[in-house]
């Protein structure tokens, strides 16, 4: 991040405060439909042409160490195994045994030599081959060769990992760009998942990606927390290619006094950011990252149904090698500052999908600010097909003029 970015930064930042509406080229927005929260058939084609299609992450390098060692998701269309392999290669398999579909893995994370079937014991190995089958003189023309765990495209960027059901999907970078050049300091900084875990949300997988699309809500949600650090009205958005988009906001000097400042820098992580700009990446369709130089989590939401959202909360930290953590005290403090924070976002989701649910408010009305909201709409119809999107919920790409086409340099 040079010179030249922060100088086109600020000169955006300022018009964005300047402005006293949106630019005039900018559309008159009609209200998002509400089935799109609610409607059953529309959640089925969001998971089959956006979570089937999508790259969707998966996992960290740091969380599968060594041959054997192994990670489960969740995925909408069900469990995925990550797995390590003797030749150091991260694979992907659905957790379902070829035999009767029992799992091959029931932890959430570990380490095993073979991944053995908790039913009858049908044994693979690291690449998904099927090596043992108890009495297989019972199964007639069994071929094992054609019994392997099902694999899933796996492949990485920096030290992530990321899956796709999609065998015509193209390549990893060119789905995550220009997300992926925006974000190579930080893909090629040496990392560590510092803290993981999941928090169920009962409200539609949307309405709680969209709490953190837009910073309006910070001074009446955050008032005390967020709402102190940040130039809001400064805000800078840029909408991407393929769903991706991004949000700069300045960051108010002298607002930072809390423990982070002690945090080890991330190697390679500009420390202008989130010292003079707060930058949350969203790479579509469910992961959003506000970056901070002295560590960062994701947010990865992962739809359970059409009313019940995972959020998995990930957080990377620099990565201290052989030693100690350190700072645990110091983390444990952050990390709970922000679970306040997340509380204050939790606070509206449920009462907003029983809204939508009672079609209490007619329809959901989106502002210049908070136009990332459009983008993702926009974009799972892109993925889904016009024409297959019932014509009430149809969500038009008013805003493909506003794509950014080239990547901004970072
Ligand atoms: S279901 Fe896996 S061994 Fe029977
Ligand atoms: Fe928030």
Redesign the pocket.
């Known amino acids: 991040m040079d010179e030249s970015y922060l100088a086109e930064f600020r000169a955006r930042s300022e018009a964005e405060s300047a402005r006293v509406g949106p630019p005039e080229s900018f559309p008159l927005l009609p209200d998002l439909p509400l089935g799109r929260y609610t409607d059953p058939e529309f959640f089925d084609l969001e998971m089959e042409a956006v979570f089937g299609r999508a790259w969707l992450y998966a996992g960290h390098a740091s969380e599968l160490v060594g041959p054997g060692s192994y990670k489960v998701i969740g995925l909408p269309a069900g469990e995925v195994v990550l797995v390590r392999g003797d030749d150091g290669v991260v694979r992907a398999f659905r957790n379902a045994c070829r035999h009767r579909g029992a799992p091959v893995v029931r932890s959430a994370q570990g380490h095993t030599r073979l991944l053995v079937c908790g039913y009858h014991s049908w044994t693979y190995d690291l690449t998904g081959q099927l090596v043992r089958v108890p009495e297989e003189r019972d199964f007639l023309g069994l071929c094992k060769d054609d019994r392997g765990l099902v694999s899933l495209r796996c492949e990485s960027w920096g030290g992530w990992y990321f899956v796709t059901l999609d065998p015509s999907a193209p390549g990893l970078l060119d789905w995550l760009e220009p997300v992926a050049s925006l974000l190579a300091d930080v893909a090629r900084s040496p990392l560590r998942v510092i803290d993981s875990k999941a928090v169920e949300v009962e409200c539609n997988w949307k309405i709680l990606a969209e ?2 699309l837009e910073v309006y ?2 001074r009446t ?2 008032p005390t927390t ?1 709402a102190p650090t940040l130039d809001t009205r400064g805000t800078v958005i840029s909408l991407f290619e393929r769903g991706h988009q991004n949000m700069l906001s300045p960051v108010n000097t002298g607002s930072r006094g809390d423990s982070r400042e002690s945090l080890a820098t991330i190697e390679h992580v500009p420390a202008v950011l989130r010292e003079q700009i707060q930058a949350a990446h969203g790479i579509f369709p469910n992961l959003i990252t506000p970056l901070d130089a002295r560590g960062f989590p994701f947010l990865v939401f992962w739809p359970t149904g059409v009313a019940q959202t995972r959020l998995e909360i990930v957080w990377f930290a620099a990565d201290w090698g052989d030693g100690t953590m350190p700072g645990p005290e110091l983390w444990q403090r952050r990390l709970s500052r922000f679970d306040s ?1 997340m509380e ?2 939790y606070r509206n989701l449920a009462h907003i999908q029983r809204s939508m649910q009672s079609a209490a408010h007619g329809g959901q009305v989106i502002g210049y600010q908070e136009r990332r909201i459009w983008h993702l709409h926009a974009w799972i119809d892109r993925m889904i097909g016009e024409s297959r999107v019932p014509a009430a919920l149809r969500v038009p790409d008013a805003l493909a003029g506003w794509v950014e086409r080239m990547p901004v340099q970072a």
Do not use: L, Q, R, T
Request: net charge negative.
């Open positions: 709490g953190f809500h910070a949600v955050h967020v924070i204050e976002d």
